[in-house]
C-alpha cells in the first residue's frame, strides 16, 4: 500500500512566522498555488482514497488535489495539528519570551502536563490512531493520500522510525511537500521518501513559463 502524507499548502501564518496549531487558518494564494502543484503530482496516478484532518488549511489543499479524482474525502479530527493553546498564532521568539520553561519542559517531556498544551505523546498516539484506521480501510495495493500538518506528519515518521517523539525537528516538513510511506498491508511501515518538493517546483517553473510566453503573444 503507498502512502502519501502531504502538508497542507502555506498560509500567511506560515509566511509570518507564526506557530500555527488548531487555530483555523486559510491557504493564502500561494498556498493554493502549492496544493494545485501537488494536484499536478497526483494528476495521472489511480487514488483510492483521500483523507484530511478537519482544519481548513488541510481541507482546502485536499479538495484542490481531489480535482483530478472525485473521492469522497473524509476528514479525521485525530490528524489535526497539535493544540498549541497559548502558543498559538505567536511567534517562537515571543513564545521563547514569555512561556521559554514550559516550551522547555514540552520539549523534553513527551508527556509533559502544560496548561492548554497537547503532549507530543498525545499528538503522537492520535495521529498513528488515524493512520491505522485509514490503512484498514484498504487492500494491500491501494494508493492513499493524507492531507495533515507538519508536526502531526513528522509525528508517524518518528513512529514508523522508531525515533523519541522529541526528535521530530529532525526532519524538515515543507508546505505542500509530500512524504511517501510504503504499508505491507500487515505489519511493516516503511519510509520511502520524506518531504519531496520537486512538484513545486516544476509547478512554480511551468507556470512562469507559461505566464512569460503569454506576456510575449
Same mark, same amino acid.
Request: glycine share 6%; charged share 30%; with cysteine.
Given at each position: 500500500? *503507498?502512502?502519501?502524507?502531504?502538508?497542507?499548502?502555506?498560509t500567511d501564518w506560515n509566511s509570518e512566522g507564526k506557530w500555527q496549531g488548531q487555530r483555523d487558518i486559510e491557504l493564502n494564494e500561494e498556498g493554493i498555488m502549492q496544493a494545485q502543484a501537488a494536484a499536478e503530482r497526483f494528476k495521472d496516478m489511480d487514488i483510492d482514497g483521500l483523507y484530511c484532518s478537519q482544519l481548513k488549511r488541510a481541507i482546502k489543499t485536499a479538495e484542490?488535489?481531489? %480535482?483530478?479524482?472525485?473521492?469522497?474525502?473524509?476528514?479525521?479530527?485525530?490528524?489535526?495539528?497539535?493544540n498549541i493553546g497559548p502558543w498559538d498564532g505567536?511567534?517562537? *521568539? %515571543?513564545?521563547?519570551?514569555?512561556?521559554?520553561?514550559?516550551?522547555?519542559?514540552?520539549h523534553n517531556d513527551i508527556?509533559?502536563?502544560?496548561?492548554?498544551?497537547?503532549?507530543?505523546?498525545?499528538l503522537q498516539r492520535r495521529a498513528v490512531r488515524a493512520l491505522k484506521k485509514i490503512t484498514k480501510k484498504h487492500n494491500p495495493n491501494d494508493k492513499i493520500i493524507i492531507v495533515a500538518h507538519g508536526l502531526a506528519i513528522r509525528s508517524i515518521l518518528c513512529w514508523i522510525l522508531n525515533l523519541p517523539m522529541n526528535q521530530?525537528?529532525?526532519?524538515?516538513m515543507e508546505n505542500a511537500s509530500v512524504s511517501h510511506i510504503i504499508y505491507d498491508g500487515k505489519y511493516q511501515y516503511t519510509i520511502s521518501s520524506i518531504n519531496e518538493t520537486w512538484h513545486i517546483d516544476n509547478f512554480v517553473l511551468r507556470y512562469s513559463t507559461t505566464?512569460?510566453?503569454?506576456?510575449?503573444?
Open positions: 500500500m *503507498d502512502i502519501y502524507l502531504v502538508r497542507h499548502g502555506i484542490i488535489i481531489n %480535482q483530478y479524482h472525485g473521492l469522497q474525502i473524509e476528514r479525521y479530527v485525530d490528524l489535526n495539528e497539535c505567536k511567534t517562537i *521568539d %515571543q513564545i521563547l519570551q514569555d512561556y521559554s520553561e514550559e516550551v522547555k519542559y514540552w508527556w509533559a502536563v502544560v496548561d492548554g498544551v497537547e503532549s507530543l505523546g498525545d521530530h525537528e529532525t526532519y524538515l505566464s512569460q510566453e503569454k506576456e510575449l503573444d
